[in-house]
């Protein structure tokens, strides 16, 4: 069975006054139908800037998708026209933005929002779109929904206007869903709730899921794969199992070590990841992390590794074997 989705060395560069910003730079993985996968890293690392590759959302200029092919259900999104772009923003593919008062619009009522897609999509009439906006709401846990439905963004606290995107990104039955740092702008509790939602409700339509997050621990409880993102660039992935059991790129051990853990003495220091993320405008030669490397050898500042197999389903770029 082909997958759903299969990102092929896909570049998005941006043209800046002080020089050309390599925000993804060669990036590849694939996506089977009814998986969740994890795209985690640092901020600045290229994840977000890839989510939006994915559906064209780009400004252009000064950003561009300069090389490499999205084939969505054997579609390249790269070569589709406007109106079939249309067609699959919000349809089948739906994206879950970073900070929903940025994202919804502030003079217009919840329900109208929600229902408009469902008018454009699904083709349903006023009457029918407001009815199901109302159940979607319902669905993701807005209490009394039916007053609800009439209020501005405004007048909802963070965790409910993300859990409106939610009903939102949801309400057309996509067939891929990209969460962009779905919990930010929330508190742990609430992060935790929308995150059971999103699952329960995925899960239950079939849709394949993206999460971008920094969170680790998201990762853990509700991803199948994860990509570990550096500089632009894919440094490891795997199971979300494989990777957090046996990390095989050096950055990937240093994200790991800066997590607080449970099963460690209350005494025990995080380890911070040395120095800052290099400049995408003037990458160094060799790996993009060997400044920051506690493994780094001297091939690392001369040679970029590529991604190699470490094990069956498990993938890392780095000369160094750090498993040993």
């Given at each position: 069975?082909?997958?759903?989705?299969?990102?092929?060395?896909?570049?998005?560069?941006?043209?800046?006054?002080?020089?050309?910003?390599?925000?993804?730079?060669?990036?590849?993985?694939?996506?089977?139908?009814?998986?969740?996968?994890?795209?985690?890293?640092?901020?600045?690392?290229?994840?977000?800037?890839?989510?939006?590759?994915?559906?064209?959302?780009?400004?252009?200029?000064?950003?561009?998708i300069a090389g490499g092919e999205i084939l969505f259900q054997g579609k390249d999104l790269l070569k589709?026209?406007?109106?079939?772009?249309?067609?699959?923003?919000?349809?089948?593919?739906?994206?879950?933005?970073?900070?929903?008062?940025?994202?919804?619009?502030?003079?217009?009522?919840?329900?109208?929002?929600?229902?408009?897609?469902?008018?454009?999509?699904?083709?349903?009439?006023?009457?029918?779109?407001?009815?199901?906006?109302?159940?979607?709401?319902?669905?993701?846990?807005?209490?009394?929904?039916?007053?609800?439905?009439?209020?501005?963004?405004?007048?909802?606290?963070?965790?409910?206007?993300?859990?409106?995107?939610?009903?939102?990104?949801l309400s057309c039955n996509p067939k891929l869903l990209i969460a962009d740092e779905p919990t930010t702008?929330?508190?742990?509790?609430?992060?935790?709730?929308?995150?059971?939602?999103?699952?329960?409700?995925?899960?239950?339509?079939?849709?394949?899921?993206?999460?971008?997050?920094?969170?680790?621990?998201?990762?853990?409880?509700?991803?199948?794969?994860?990509?570990?993102?550096?500089?632009?660039?894919?440094?490891?992935?795997?199971?979300?199992?494989?990777?957090?059991?046996?990390?095989?790129?050096?950055?990937?051990?240093?994200?790991?070590?800066?997590?607080?853990?449970?099963?460690?003495?209350?005494?025990?220091?995080?380890?911070?990841?040395?120095?800052?993320?290099?400049?995408?405008?003037?990458?160094?030669?060799?790996?993009?992390?060997?400044?920051?490397?506690?493994?780094?050898?001297?091939?690392?500042?001369?040679?970029?590794?590529?991604?190699?197999?470490?094990?069956?389903?498990?993938?890392?770029?780095?000369?160094?074997?750090?498993?040993?």
């Amino acid at each position: 069975m082909n997958p759903l989705l299969q990102i092929k060395d896909l570049k998005t560069y941006f043209r800046m006054d002080y020089g050309l910003v390599k925000a993804v730079d060669g990036v590849s993985y694939e996506l089977n139908e009814g998986e969740t996968l994890g795209l985690v890293g640092e901020s600045g690392c290229g994840k977000s800037v890839g989510a939006l590759s994915i559906l064209r959302l780009i400004p252009e200029p000064p950003g561009e998708i300069a090389g490499g092919e999205i084939l969505f259900q054997g579609k390249d999104l790269l070569k589709a026209n406007p109106d079939e772009l249309r067609d699959i923003r919000g349809n089948k593919i739906a994206m879950i933005f970073q900070e929903p008062m940025t994202s919804l619009n502030p003079v217009l009522a919840i329900g109208f929002q929600i229902g408009e897609a469902l008018e454009l999509h699904r083709r349903m009439g006023k009457g029918d779109a407001r009815r199901e906006a109302l159940r979607l709401l319902k669905m993701v846990g807005i209490p009394d929904a039916e007053r609800r439905i009439d209020d501005y963004p405004h007048q909802f606290s963070g965790g409910m206007r993300q859990r409106v995107m939610i009903a939102m990104g949801l309400s057309c039955n996509p067939k891929l869903l990209i969460a962009d740092e779905p919990t930010t702008a929330v508190d742990v509790t609430i992060q935790a709730q929308l995150l059971e939602v999103i699952k329960e409700l995925t899960s239950r339509l079939g849709t394949s899921v993206i999460i971008i997050t920094h969170n680790l621990g998201v990762v853990a409880r509700y991803v199948n794969r994860m990509a570990v993102m550096y500089a632009g660039r894919i440094v490891e992935s795997g199971t979300a199992h494989g990777v957090y059991s046996k990390p095989s790129h050096p950055y990937t051990i240093g994200l790991l070590a800066s997590v607080p853990r449970l099963d460690k003495p209350r005494t025990s220091r995080l380890v911070p990841i040395e120095g800052q993320p290099p400049n995408l405008v003037n990458l160094p030669p060799g790996c993009s992390f060997y400044p920051r490397c506690s493994f780094r050898v001297e091939r690392c500042t001369l040679e970029r590794p590529e991604l190699r197999p470490v094990e069956e389903g498990h993938h890392a770029a780095c000369w160094v074997d750090v498993r040993k």
